[in-house]
Protein backbone atom coordinates (compact mmCIF):
# COMPACT_ATOMS: atom_id res chain seq x y z
CA UNK A 1 0.00 0.00 0.00
CA UNK A 2 1.79 3.55 -0.73
CA UNK A 3 0.08 6.41 0.61
CA UNK A 4 0.61 10.32 -0.24
CA UNK A 5 -0.74 12.89 1.62
CA UNK A 6 -1.80 16.36 0.57
CA UNK A 7 -2.91 19.05 3.33
CA UNK A 8 -5.79 21.34 2.13
CA UNK A 9 -7.54 23.74 3.97
CA UNK A 10 -8.63 24.21 7.31
CA UNK A 11 -6.56 21.06 8.66
CA UNK A 12 -8.23 18.78 6.23
CA UNK A 13 -6.03 16.23 4.73
CA UNK A 14 -5.92 14.05 1.50
CA UNK A 15 -4.92 10.74 1.21
CA UNK A 16 -4.16 9.36 -2.24
CA UNK A 17 -4.37 5.56 -1.66
CA UNK A 18 -2.67 2.96 -3.98
CA UNK A 19 -3.66 -0.89 -3.16
CA UNK A 20 -2.14 -3.61 -5.36
CA UNK A 21 -4.36 -6.14 -6.66
CA UNK A 22 -1.83 -8.95 -4.74
CA UNK A 23 -2.64 -7.31 -1.53
CA UNK A 24 -6.43 -7.23 -2.39
CA UNK A 25 -7.55 -10.62 -4.25
CA UNK A 26 -8.22 -13.00 -1.10
CA UNK A 27 -9.86 -10.45 0.23
CA UNK A 28 -12.13 -9.83 -3.42
CA UNK A 29 -12.68 -13.29 -3.78
CA UNK A 30 -14.45 -13.82 -0.10
CA UNK A 31 -16.85 -10.66 -0.83
CA UNK A 32 -17.64 -12.66 -3.88
CA UNK A 33 -18.55 -15.57 -1.95
CA UNK A 34 -20.26 -14.13 0.39
CA UNK A 35 -22.52 -12.20 -2.33
CA UNK A 36 -23.08 -15.45 -3.62
CA UNK A 37 -25.05 -16.54 -0.67
CA UNK A 38 -27.19 -13.86 -0.45
CA UNK A 39 -28.82 -13.82 -4.09
CA UNK A 40 -31.34 -16.08 -5.86
CA UNK A 41 -30.98 -16.52 -9.61
CA UNK A 42 -33.50 -19.09 -11.74
CA UNK A 43 -32.00 -22.48 -12.88
CA UNK A 44 -29.84 -22.39 -9.95
CA UNK A 45 -29.50 -23.82 -6.30
CA UNK A 46 -28.88 -21.04 -3.80
CA UNK A 47 -25.26 -20.57 -3.49
CA UNK A 48 -24.34 -22.53 -6.36
CA UNK A 49 -24.15 -19.61 -8.91
CA UNK A 50 -21.10 -19.71 -11.59
CA UNK A 51 -19.04 -17.17 -10.23
CA UNK A 52 -18.81 -15.69 -13.66
CA UNK A 53 -22.30 -15.33 -13.67
CA UNK A 54 -22.30 -13.72 -10.55
CA UNK A 55 -19.50 -11.83 -11.56
CA UNK A 56 -21.30 -10.46 -14.90
CA UNK A 57 -24.51 -9.80 -13.57
CA UNK A 58 -23.26 -8.06 -10.50
CA UNK A 59 -20.34 -6.55 -10.93
CA UNK A 60 -21.43 -2.95 -9.71
CA UNK A 61 -23.00 -4.40 -7.06
CA UNK A 62 -19.70 -6.91 -5.68
CA UNK A 63 -17.33 -3.70 -6.56
CA UNK A 64 -19.19 -1.12 -4.12
CA UNK A 65 -19.32 -3.84 -1.11
CA UNK A 66 -15.98 -5.10 -1.55
CA UNK A 67 -14.39 -1.13 -1.83
CA UNK A 68 -16.73 -0.71 1.59
CA UNK A 69 -15.29 -3.45 3.30
CA UNK A 70 -11.45 -2.22 2.59
CA UNK A 71 -12.17 0.99 3.99
CA UNK A 72 -13.75 -0.37 7.03
CA UNK A 73 -11.12 -3.25 7.44
CA UNK A 74 -8.05 -1.38 6.64
CA UNK A 75 -9.09 2.42 7.59
CA UNK A 76 -6.89 2.33 10.87
CA UNK A 77 -3.82 0.95 9.06
CA UNK A 78 -4.18 3.47 6.38
CA UNK A 79 -4.47 6.21 9.28
CA UNK A 80 -1.06 4.99 10.59
CA UNK A 81 0.78 4.74 7.85
CA UNK A 82 -0.22 8.15 7.05
CA UNK A 83 0.84 9.51 10.50
CA UNK A 84 -1.80 11.63 11.48
CA UNK A 85 -5.10 11.90 13.90
CA UNK A 86 -8.40 12.09 12.48
CA UNK A 87 -11.22 13.53 13.95
CA UNK A 88 -13.92 11.91 11.86
CA UNK A 89 -13.94 8.70 9.52
CA UNK A 90 -12.85 10.28 6.45
CA UNK A 91 -15.19 11.49 3.29
CA UNK A 92 -14.39 9.01 -0.38
CA UNK A 93 -13.83 11.77 -2.59
CA UNK A 94 -12.54 8.98 -6.18
CA UNK A 95 -11.93 5.96 -6.11
CA UNK A 96 -10.89 3.41 -8.97
CA UNK A 97 -11.10 -0.26 -9.07
CA UNK A 98 -10.84 -3.35 -11.74
CA UNK A 99 -10.10 -6.35 -10.80
CA UNK A 100 -6.14 -7.35 -11.37
CA UNK A 101 -5.27 -3.84 -11.45
CA UNK A 102 -5.91 -2.96 -7.69
CA UNK A 103 -7.33 -0.52 -6.04
CA UNK A 104 -7.01 3.57 -6.01
CA UNK A 105 -8.53 6.09 -4.07
CA UNK A 106 -8.81 9.64 -2.79
CA UNK A 107 -9.94 10.05 0.99
CA UNK A 108 -10.39 13.55 2.70
CA UNK A 109 -10.24 13.61 6.29
CA UNK A 110 -10.81 16.33 8.97
CA UNK A 111 -7.80 16.27 11.58
CA UNK A 112 -7.51 18.82 14.50
CA UNK A 113 -5.57 21.95 13.83
CA UNK A 114 -2.34 22.91 14.78
CA UNK A 115 -1.53 24.74 17.88
CA UNK A 116 1.17 26.02 20.33
CA UNK A 117 -0.24 25.09 23.89
CA UNK A 118 -0.21 27.50 26.56
CA UNK A 119 2.90 27.28 28.68
CA UNK A 120 1.12 26.88 31.76
CA UNK A 121 4.53 26.03 34.01
CA UNK A 122 5.93 29.24 32.85
CA UNK A 123 3.07 31.13 32.90
CA UNK A 124 1.16 29.66 35.68
CA UNK A 125 -2.60 29.78 35.68
CA UNK A 126 -4.90 31.35 38.68
CA UNK A 127 -8.00 30.19 39.85
CA UNK A 128 -10.39 31.65 42.77
CA UNK A 129 -10.52 28.33 45.87
CA UNK A 130 -13.66 28.72 47.62
CA UNK A 131 -13.36 27.52 51.07
CA UNK A 132 -16.96 26.44 52.41
CA UNK A 133 -17.67 27.74 55.97
CA UNK A 134 -20.37 24.82 56.93
CA UNK A 135 -22.05 26.10 60.45
CA UNK A 136 -24.56 24.78 63.09
CA UNK A 137 -27.50 26.26 61.19
CA UNK A 138 -26.40 24.28 58.08
CA UNK A 139 -26.10 21.09 60.03
CA UNK A 140 -29.52 21.83 61.78
CA UNK A 141 -31.41 21.96 58.05
CA UNK A 142 -29.77 18.53 57.30
CA UNK A 143 -31.02 17.46 60.26
CA UNK A 144 -34.86 18.62 59.57
CA UNK A 145 -34.48 17.31 56.43
CA UNK A 146 -33.49 13.76 57.60
CA UNK A 147 -36.15 13.92 60.38
CA UNK A 148 -38.84 14.56 56.92
CA UNK A 149 -37.57 11.17 55.33
CA UNK A 150 -39.09 9.74 59.14
CA UNK A 151 -42.21 12.16 59.43
CA UNK A 152 -45.21 10.90 60.19
CA UNK A 153 -47.60 11.91 57.84
CA UNK A 154 -50.90 13.31 58.42
CA UNK A 155 -54.31 14.68 56.01
CA UNK A 156 -55.24 17.53 58.15
CA UNK A 157 -59.08 17.64 57.39
CA UNK A 158 -58.73 21.50 57.01
CA UNK A 159 -57.73 24.34 55.29
CA UNK A 160 -54.00 24.55 54.49
CA UNK A 161 -51.58 26.44 56.38
CA UNK A 162 -48.08 27.33 56.38
CA UNK A 163 -45.65 24.47 56.50
CA UNK A 164 -48.37 21.75 55.32
CA UNK A 165 -47.79 19.64 52.28
CA UNK A 166 -49.88 20.39 49.33
CA UNK A 167 -49.72 17.55 46.65
CA UNK A 168 -50.93 19.27 43.38
CA UNK A 169 -51.70 19.51 39.44
CA UNK A 170 -50.81 22.65 37.72
CA UNK A 171 -51.19 24.24 34.79
CA UNK A 172 -49.79 27.02 33.09
CA UNK A 173 -52.12 29.56 31.43
CA UNK A 174 -51.89 32.63 29.71
CA UNK A 175 -53.70 36.01 30.13
CA UNK A 176 -57.18 34.97 28.90
CA UNK A 177 -56.87 31.76 31.09
CA UNK A 178 -55.96 29.07 28.16
CA UNK A 179 -53.85 26.45 29.19
CA UNK A 180 -50.53 26.33 27.73
CA UNK A 181 -50.07 22.91 26.14
CA UNK A 182 -46.59 21.25 27.07
CA UNK A 183 -46.94 23.37 30.89
CA UNK A 184 -48.99 21.29 33.16
CA UNK A 185 -47.19 18.95 36.16
CA UNK A 186 -49.30 16.10 37.92
CA UNK A 187 -48.86 15.02 41.13
CA UNK A 188 -46.35 18.10 42.44
CA UNK A 189 -45.71 18.15 45.97
CA UNK A 190 -44.97 21.20 47.64
CA UNK A 191 -44.34 22.95 51.07
CA UNK A 192 -46.30 26.09 51.92
CA UNK A 193 -44.19 28.74 52.41
CA UNK A 194 -40.89 27.46 50.33
CA UNK A 195 -39.46 26.39 47.57
CA UNK A 196 -39.83 27.43 43.53
CA UNK A 197 -43.16 29.45 44.11
CA UNK A 198 -42.75 30.75 47.33
CA UNK A 199 -44.88 32.68 49.64
CA UNK A 200 -46.81 34.39 46.72
CA UNK A 201 -48.09 30.86 45.79
CA UNK A 202 -48.83 30.50 49.52
CA UNK A 203 -50.78 33.28 50.48
CA UNK A 204 -53.05 32.44 47.27
CA UNK A 205 -52.89 28.88 48.16
CA UNK A 206 -54.06 29.45 52.32
CA UNK A 207 -57.10 27.52 53.43
CA UNK A 208 -57.22 25.43 50.43
CA UNK A 209 -58.83 21.94 50.96
CA UNK A 210 -58.46 18.39 48.60
CA UNK A 211 -60.64 18.92 45.19
CA UNK A 212 -60.23 22.76 45.54
CA UNK A 213 -59.08 24.62 41.98
CA UNK A 214 -57.28 27.68 42.48
CA UNK A 215 -55.91 30.19 40.26
CA UNK A 216 -52.45 31.86 41.42
CA UNK A 217 -50.29 34.44 39.80
CA UNK A 218 -46.59 35.25 40.37
CA UNK A 219 -44.41 37.52 39.77
CA UNK A 220 -40.70 37.17 39.14
CA UNK A 221 -38.10 40.23 38.79
CA UNK A 222 -35.46 39.68 36.28
CA UNK A 223 -33.23 42.67 36.75
CA UNK A 224 -35.06 46.17 35.43
CA UNK A 225 -38.19 44.09 34.53
CA UNK A 226 -40.32 41.73 35.94
CA UNK A 227 -42.32 38.37 34.34
CA UNK A 228 -46.27 37.72 35.20
CA UNK A 229 -46.86 33.88 35.21
CA UNK A 230 -50.84 32.83 35.67
CA UNK A 231 -51.02 29.06 37.19
CA UNK A 232 -54.21 26.75 37.82
CA UNK A 233 -53.63 24.71 41.15
CA UNK A 234 -55.90 21.69 41.59
CA UNK A 235 -55.15 20.46 45.35
CA UNK A 236 -55.51 16.77 45.59
CA UNK A 237 -54.33 16.61 49.07
CA UNK A 238 -53.57 18.58 52.22
CA UNK A 239 -51.22 16.90 54.66
CA UNK A 240 -49.65 17.85 58.30
CA UNK A 241 -45.33 16.18 58.68
CA UNK A 242 -45.17 14.83 62.71
CA UNK A 243 -41.46 15.28 63.02
CA UNK A 244 -39.89 13.12 65.44
CA UNK A 245 -38.00 14.03 68.09
CA UNK A 246 -34.03 14.37 67.52
CA UNK A 247 -32.70 12.61 70.58
CA UNK A 248 -30.23 9.80 70.77
CA UNK A 249 -32.66 6.85 69.70
CA UNK A 250 -33.26 8.84 66.57
CA UNK A 251 -29.38 9.20 65.84
CA UNK A 252 -29.17 4.96 66.03
CA UNK A 253 -32.77 5.06 63.71
CA UNK A 254 -30.74 7.10 61.14
CA UNK A 255 -27.81 4.90 61.68
CA UNK A 256 -27.10 2.11 63.68
CA UNK A 257 -23.48 2.83 63.62
CA UNK A 258 -24.46 5.92 65.69
CA UNK A 259 -24.63 5.94 69.59
CA UNK A 260 -25.44 9.85 69.76
CA UNK A 261 -27.18 12.97 68.45
CA UNK A 262 -23.77 14.51 68.63
CA UNK A 263 -22.34 11.57 67.00
CA UNK A 264 -25.14 12.04 64.17
CA UNK A 265 -24.42 16.34 64.32
CA UNK A 266 -20.79 15.48 63.33
CA UNK A 267 -21.24 13.16 60.80
CA UNK A 268 -24.07 15.65 58.83
CA UNK A 269 -21.20 18.04 59.61
CA UNK A 270 -18.78 15.76 57.47
CA UNK A 271 -21.01 14.79 54.85
CA UNK A 272 -22.02 18.50 53.97
CA UNK A 273 -18.50 19.70 53.97
CA UNK A 274 -17.23 16.47 51.71
CA UNK A 275 -20.09 17.46 49.17
CA UNK A 276 -19.29 21.11 48.65
CA UNK A 277 -15.69 20.51 48.82
CA UNK A 278 -16.35 18.18 45.81
CA UNK A 279 -18.34 21.25 43.96
CA UNK A 280 -15.85 24.11 45.13
CA UNK A 281 -13.21 21.55 43.35
CA UNK A 282 -15.39 21.15 40.43
CA UNK A 283 -15.34 24.93 40.21
CA UNK A 284 -11.53 25.10 40.34
CA UNK A 285 -10.96 22.81 37.95
CA UNK A 286 -13.52 24.65 34.91
CA UNK A 287 -11.78 27.65 36.01
CA UNK A 288 -8.77 26.34 35.06
CA UNK A 289 -10.02 24.60 32.03
CA UNK A 290 -12.01 28.20 31.08
CA UNK A 291 -7.78 29.82 31.11
CA UNK A 292 -6.22 26.89 29.00
CA UNK A 293 -8.83 27.24 26.51
CA UNK A 294 -8.53 31.59 26.69
CA UNK A 295 -4.85 31.60 26.52
CA UNK A 296 -4.59 28.64 24.01
CA UNK A 297 -4.97 30.05 20.24
CA UNK A 298 -6.82 27.37 18.51
CA UNK A 299 -9.00 28.15 15.02
CA UNK A 300 -11.68 25.21 15.41
CA UNK A 301 -12.38 24.52 11.80
CA UNK A 302 -15.99 24.78 10.71
CA UNK A 303 -16.46 21.14 9.35
CA UNK A 304 -15.12 20.15 12.98
CA UNK A 305 -17.98 22.49 14.33
CA UNK A 306 -20.92 21.13 11.99
CA UNK A 307 -19.66 17.64 12.38
CA UNK A 308 -19.84 17.96 16.25
CA UNK A 309 -23.45 19.85 16.16
CA UNK A 310 -24.48 16.90 13.69
CA UNK A 311 -23.82 14.44 16.05
CA UNK A 312 -25.49 16.55 19.04
CA UNK A 313 -28.68 16.94 16.59
CA UNK A 314 -28.76 13.41 16.49
CA UNK A 315 -28.43 12.14 19.99
CA UNK A 316 -31.29 14.60 20.77
CA UNK A 317 -33.61 13.14 17.77
CA UNK A 318 -33.15 9.80 19.46
CA UNK A 319 -34.21 11.05 22.77
CA UNK A 320 -37.00 12.69 21.57
CA UNK A 321 -38.54 10.79 19.07
CA UNK A 322 -37.22 13.11 16.24
CA UNK A 323 -39.24 16.07 17.67
CA UNK A 324 -35.94 18.68 17.78
CA UNK A 325 -35.08 22.41 16.48
CA UNK A 326 -32.56 21.89 15.26
CA UNK A 327 -31.98 25.73 14.28
CA UNK A 328 -32.04 26.17 17.43
CA UNK A 329 -30.01 23.78 18.70
CA UNK A 330 -26.92 24.78 15.77
CA UNK A 331 -27.45 28.07 17.41
CA UNK A 332 -27.45 27.77 21.07
CA UNK A 333 -24.88 25.04 21.74
CA UNK A 334 -22.52 26.34 18.77
CA UNK A 335 -20.23 28.37 21.61
CA UNK A 336 -20.34 25.69 23.54
CA UNK A 337 -19.47 23.14 20.99
CA UNK A 338 -16.55 25.24 19.90
CA UNK A 339 -15.34 25.45 23.37
CA UNK A 340 -15.49 21.57 23.90
CA UNK A 341 -13.88 21.00 20.87
CA UNK A 342 -10.72 23.16 21.96
CA UNK A 343 -11.19 21.40 25.50
CA UNK A 344 -10.45 18.49 24.33
CA UNK A 345 -7.67 19.25 21.87
CA UNK A 346 -5.76 21.17 24.44
CA UNK A 347 -6.21 17.94 27.07
CA UNK A 348 -4.98 15.34 24.40
CA UNK A 349 -1.96 17.99 23.84
CA UNK A 350 -1.24 18.07 27.33
CA UNK A 351 -1.88 14.30 27.87
CA UNK A 352 0.89 13.76 25.53
CA UNK A 353 3.16 16.40 26.40
CA UNK A 354 3.24 14.94 30.00
CA UNK A 355 3.57 11.45 28.76
CA UNK A 356 0.38 10.12 31.04
CA UNK A 357 -0.92 7.23 30.97
CA UNK A 358 -3.91 5.19 31.55
CA UNK A 359 -3.44 1.34 32.99
CA UNK A 360 -6.10 -0.92 32.48
CA UNK A 361 -5.74 -1.91 36.20
CA UNK A 362 -7.14 1.81 37.20
CA UNK A 363 -10.38 1.52 34.70
CA UNK A 364 -10.95 -1.56 36.50
CA UNK A 365 -10.77 -0.11 40.19
CA UNK A 366 -12.68 2.81 38.67
CA UNK A 367 -15.71 0.43 37.87
CA UNK A 368 -14.79 -1.58 40.81
CA UNK A 369 -16.11 1.72 43.13
CA UNK A 370 -18.91 2.43 40.93
CA UNK A 371 -20.46 -1.35 41.10
CA UNK A 372 -19.86 -0.86 44.57
CA UNK A 373 -21.39 2.82 44.52
CA UNK A 374 -24.32 1.30 42.93
CA UNK A 375 -24.96 -2.31 44.76
CA UNK A 376 -23.96 -4.31 41.97
CA UNK A 377 -24.21 -8.40 42.48
CA UNK A 378 -20.82 -10.16 40.99
CA UNK A 379 -22.57 -11.10 37.45
CA UNK A 380 -23.49 -7.27 36.83
CA UNK A 381 -20.39 -6.06 38.00
CA UNK A 382 -18.16 -8.50 35.69
CA UNK A 383 -20.38 -7.03 32.78
CA UNK A 384 -19.75 -3.36 33.57
CA UNK A 385 -16.19 -4.13 33.37
CA UNK A 386 -16.59 -5.88 30.28
CA UNK A 387 -18.44 -3.18 28.22
CA UNK A 388 -15.86 -1.92 26.12
CA UNK A 389 -18.13 1.75 25.69
CA UNK A 390 -18.07 1.84 29.66
CA UNK A 391 -14.38 1.60 29.44
CA UNK A 392 -13.87 4.37 27.33
CA UNK A 393 -15.59 6.61 29.51
CA UNK A 394 -14.43 5.98 32.21
CA UNK A 395 -10.41 5.97 30.41
CA UNK A 396 -11.51 9.66 29.66
CA UNK A 397 -12.85 10.48 32.61
CA UNK A 398 -9.02 9.36 34.80
CA UNK A 399 -7.46 11.58 31.55
CA UNK A 400 -9.72 14.38 32.60
CA UNK A 401 -8.49 13.82 36.29
CA UNK A 402 -5.06 13.63 35.36
CA UNK A 403 -4.71 16.55 33.38
CA UNK A 404 -6.64 18.80 36.25
CA UNK A 405 -4.25 17.25 38.01
CA UNK A 406 -0.96 18.29 36.08
CA UNK A 407 -2.73 22.08 35.91
CA UNK A 408 -3.78 21.96 39.63
CA UNK A 409 -0.23 21.69 40.45
CA UNK A 410 0.94 24.24 38.29
CA UNK A 411 -1.49 27.33 38.94
CA UNK A 412 -2.07 29.40 41.81
CA UNK A 413 -4.66 29.67 43.87
CA UNK A 414 -6.54 32.85 45.84
CA UNK A 415 -8.72 31.35 48.65
CA UNK A 416 -11.63 32.87 49.80
CA UNK A 417 -13.84 31.81 53.01
CA UNK A 418 -17.75 31.68 51.83
CA UNK A 419 -20.65 30.65 54.31
CA UNK A 420 -22.26 27.79 52.25
CA UNK A 421 -25.61 30.19 52.12
CA UNK A 422 -23.37 32.84 49.91
CA UNK A 423 -21.89 29.67 47.86
CA UNK A 424 -25.56 27.97 46.95
CA UNK A 425 -26.78 31.55 45.45
CA UNK A 426 -23.71 32.23 43.77
CA UNK A 427 -23.78 28.94 41.93
CA UNK A 428 -27.48 28.64 41.71
CA UNK A 429 -27.26 32.89 39.89
CA UNK A 430 -24.34 31.50 37.77
CA UNK A 431 -26.39 28.17 36.41
CA UNK A 432 -29.28 30.54 35.86
CA UNK A 433 -27.22 32.97 33.85
Not at 54 to 66: G, Q, R
Not at 176 to 194: A, N
Not at 329 to 345: D, E, F, P, Q
Amino acid sequence: MKIKTQIAEDSLVRLDIKIPWTDLSDDYNVTISDFKKNIKEPGFRAGKIPTAVVKKKYKKEIETEFIDKVLRERYQDIIKEADIDPVDSGNLIEVDFHEGDGLVMLIEVQTEPEFKLHDYKKNNLEALKYKIDVSDDDVDKAMDEIRENYAEVLNTGKGAELGNFLEVDIQELDESMTPLIGKKVEKRVIKLGEGDFGMQASEQLKGAVPGDERVVRISQEHGDHSHNYVYRFKVNSVEEHMLPEVDDEFAKKVNPSLKSVAELSERLRQDIQARYDSESLNLVNNALADEMVRLTNIEVPETMVTSYLDGLIQRAKSENKGDVDEDFLRKNYRVGAIWNMKWLMIRKSLFRKEKLEVAANEIDERMEKTAELYGLDKTAAMKLKSDNDQREKVRQDIIESKVMEVLKNNSKFNEQSITLTDFNSMTHADHHH
